[in-house]
């Protein structure tokens, strides 16, 4: 035993030096694998085994709703510090046109638009807007924090176009450009284990990972058809949990013709092996009648206990935007 939390210090300290060098500080861990995530402390494996006893027979409770009493447009992605909420949108000032043939690639207009973040203090009372993006680059999709940054891929609002990564420092609250990359990314991690990002394309059809320069270190596609991942989170060790929605064709009889119903969901994906290991479906639906996982998504886990944070409904639907907890009991093998 004493040989092995040896050899976990000795990797997670250089881990750190690795992340420091590169611009960033990676997330403390100590010699037995606990891993201080904000104001969540989680053994190595917690919240990976508790994900992995959940499925469609999970008795998921709504225990409560945050409302947030400021425009907060189209929700994308959020992300909790020690002092913040991290909330990621779009505010749509032109929308999106699709073309009747593809132009210059692109199969719809660039549209107009500004992204946010939002910081919010713990009763969701606003502390900051932050606007990030350049030019048809405006639109936030999910994001992550890592202990110290809160990592945002900013793209523009169609498929096959640019993205901008930033990070910002959750407690000073810098900002800082990190890299640029020549497609639409819609979500982003930090694998904590190797320091690189991980993000997934438009429809999360595809996966990069980068290191902290913009090197492209690998790609892989989606097996998976299931849902559109959209907003994302790291789990040790080198995973990723992603809530996301699909929708799908619904029978005339039920909503007319050409209507459709959201389907959401929940993945859990290994870094390493680039597989898809455990995947959901997840039917709870807000105030304004979408599911639950539509958009911001995160969970954590206590044990054989996971808290899920969401925010599905837009700032001009239902009640507004607001971030409604659900919990479920699970049975994770030992």
Known sequence: MRTIRTRVAVIAATAALVAASAGTVAVAQDAT???ENGDQHETATTLANDFNAVDRNTNWQLTG?????????HTEGIAFSEDHIFLSAVQIIEPTVKYPAPQNGFDRSPGKGIGHVFVMDKAGNLQKDITLGEGD????GGIDFDGTNVWVPVAQYRPNSAS??????????????????????????????????VGNTWGSRRFAEWDLQGKQLATWENPNYFIDYQDCQYVPNSKMLCGGVT??????AAGGAGATYELGGMAMIDLKGHAVTREVPFQKWS?????????????????GHLTMKVAPDNGDEGNGTEILTYEATVAPQS
């Open 33 to 35: 694998g606990t891993q």
């Open 137 to 140: 680059i405006y639109h936030p």
């Open 65 to 73: 709703k945050l409302k947030l009493n400021f425009p907060t447009y």
């Open 287 to 303: 105030t304004a009648g979408h599911v639950a996982t539509r958009n911001p998504f995160k969970m954590t886990a206590d044990g």
């Open 164 to 197: 901008i990564v930033y990070r910002i420092d959750a407690a000073s609250l810098d900002v800082h450009k990190q890299f640029e990359v020549p497609d639409h990314f819609g979500g982003i991690v930090m694998d904590r284990q190797t320091g690189h990002l």
């Open 247 to 252: 929708n799908l064709p619904q029978t005339p």
